[in-house]
């Protein structure tokens, strides 16, 4: 049988606890009780076996109380508890009143009973169908001495005993199988999870090549393209060497630290863009490598769109850093545009700009109006 997982194993320890505790209630209870209905000369040896019945009880469930969820009883300790409970049923002539007719409805047959059901749930089914058997077999044997070879009602007590069995057995498989159902169901929807955050972080890594493929080569050809830049400029080349250092695999797959300096990337940004940025750059300024990664793509995809359409040379970029709140924005006085009127086919902003700072865990917004310039504003948060 497969190891227990989780909730198969949680639910084997709650159920064998409450056999244990089930069968040491009756034994304690039903035995003290038992002890008020005996006279005589019998009444002190009934008092010396109910007590070491109920001493080698209270330590057999205790033992019980420790085994680990999945795994059943069995060994010495098996065997000790059969023959302490067959010998105590078997002198039932000692332990119940003479005048008491032993057809199942005394205190020894709430002990063979809970004892029979207990073990279904603490033995595997061969050993808890053998030792059903011999209980009954105990039982019976303390019947007939008890009654002089006059069973009474026999043997109506021993098919109820094993029926017992039988449910209780029923029950625990029941119980077993439930929980491997769960654990089943849990392990589905942890395959189906990893499965969507494999997809999901595909997906991301898939977006992310295309936005640095478009800020990059597909930006730098567009502005040779429109004339934009001189084909043979010294900013051309180096632009190139820096897209292709940016698209190569190799670079892609480092990891970057985990805490990056923005001022220093933003000053490198702008003094390696198409056009003038004033830009007071702070003196470092400290940022997770996700978001800082994300803020400076954006303000170098900002600054590309100020070459390629605001027909203007310049640009002002402004980092306010306050609790925790950190705010970009990078604003040009060119001839602006209508964000309405973008086609849908065009990418730049909302995929190198929006949805960049949004996988990043920031907001990303462009603001503009024929004539009235641009204004990209990049927001993100410490949380």
């Given amino acids: 049988m497969p190891?227990?997982?989780p909730v198969e194993r949680s639910m084997l320890r709650i159920s064998r606890r409450w056999a244990a505790y089930s069968r040491l209630v009756v034994t304690v209870g039903c035995g003290s009780?038992?002890?008020?209905?005996?006279?005589?000369?019998?009444?002190?040896?009934?008092a010396i076996v109910t007590a070491g019945l109920i001493a080698w009880t209270l330590v057999f469930c205790l033992r019980?109380?420790?085994l680990p969820g999945g795994e059943p009883v069995g060994g010495l300790w098996l065997t000790a508890d059969l023959a302490v409970v067959c010998g105590v049923l078997a002198g039932q002539y000692w332990l119940i009143p003479p005048n008491s007719v032993p057809d199942g409805t005394g205190w020894m047959n709430a002990l063979v009973a809970m004892t029979i059901v207990s073990y279904q749930w603490h033995t595997s089914a061969r050993v808890g169908a053998l030792a059903a058997v011999l209980l009954v077999a105990g039982y019976w044997v303390g019947i007939e001495g008890a009654t002089g070879g006059e069973g009474g009602t026999w043997p109506a007590p021993a098919i109820w005993l094993l029926a017992d069995a039988v449910l209780s057995r029923g029950l625990f498989v029941m119980v077993r199988r439930g929980g491997r159902r769960a654990d089943e169901v849990?392990?589905?929807g942890d395959r189906e999870r990893a499965a969507a955050e494999v997809s999901r972080a595909r997906r991301a890594d898939e977006r992310e090549h295309l936005a640095t493929l478009h800020d990059t080569?597909?930006?730098?050809?567009?502005?040779?393209g429109q004339g934009t830049v001189p084909r043979r400029s010294e900013w051309l080349q180096q632009q190139a060497r820096r897209d292709l250092q940016m698209l190569d695999p190799e670079v892609r797959a480092v990891r970057p630290a985990p805490v990056l300096d923005l001022a220093t990337m933003l000053a490198e940004t702008t003094a390696a863009g198409g056009v003038a940025v004033s830009y007071r750059p702070p003196q470092t300024l400290m940022l997770p490598s996700m978001p800082a990664i994300a803020i400076r793509d954006s303000v170098r995809e900002a600054l590309a769109n100020v070459a390629r359409h605001a027909s203007v040379s310049e640009a002002d970029l402004s980092v306010q850093h306050d609790h925790g709140r950190l705010v970009v924005e990078i604003r040009d006085r060119g001839r602006g545009f209508d964000p309405s009127q973008v086609p849908l086919h065009r990418r730049g902003i909302a995929e190198s700009i929006v949805s960049r700072m949004h996988r990043a865990g920031g907001t990303g917004s462009v603001t503009s109006a024929p004539g009235r310039g641009t204004v990209v504003r990049l927001e993100w948060a410490d949380a």
Avoid: C, D, K, S
């Fill in 186 to 188: 849990l392990a589905a």
């Fill in 33 to 46: 009780i038992g002890l008020f209905l005996v006279e005589g000369t019998r009444l002190l040896t009934a």
């Fill in 3 to 5: 190891e227990p997982q």
């Fill in 64 to 66: 019980l109380l420790r």
């Fill in 217 to 224: 080569a597909a930006a730098t050809l567009l502005m040779v």
